[in-house]
């Protein structure tokens, strides 16, 4: 199984890190990772790309509102300012991405387990 403890433990540090803007950007650096990891492990993804989110949609299509989601807060990453509210949303839907990507990427072992077989 793909390993995701790192991203676990960023999500962690995202729920007490101050300013809201570290909180941001360590729940979204987490959400990355996990991006990364299932674009890793699928079947299929688009080649040549830089940016992790089309990525994700195209490798992961039941994955794809989660993509368009954190792909809308890309610029709010990098400027790095970011309200208390907006903070907390981005540590929330972290931790809700790393649950069902844990549960896409637990599926797409099984299958690939069976097609072994």
Request: proline fraction near 6%; aromatic fraction near 10%; glycine fraction near 2%.
């Amino acid at each position: 199984m793909i390993d995701l403890t790192h991203p676990q433990r960023l999500i962690v540090e995202a729920e007490f890190a101050e300013p809201p803007a570290a909180r941001f950007v360590s729940a979204y650096q987490a959400a990355q990772q996990i991006a990364v990891a299932v674009v890793a492990a699928a079947p299929r993804w688009a080649r040549g790309r830089t940016d992790v989110w089309p990525l994700l949609a195209a490798a992961a299509p039941e994955l794809a509102e989660w993509a368009a989601y954190f792909a809308a807060y890309a610029p709010a990453a990098q400027i790095g300012t970011v309200s208390e509210r907006v903070a907390a949303d981005m540590v929330r839907a972290a931790g809700q991405f790393l649950a069902e990507a844990a549960r896409w990427l637990r599926r797409r072992e099984r299958a690939v387990a069976a097609e072994a077989i």
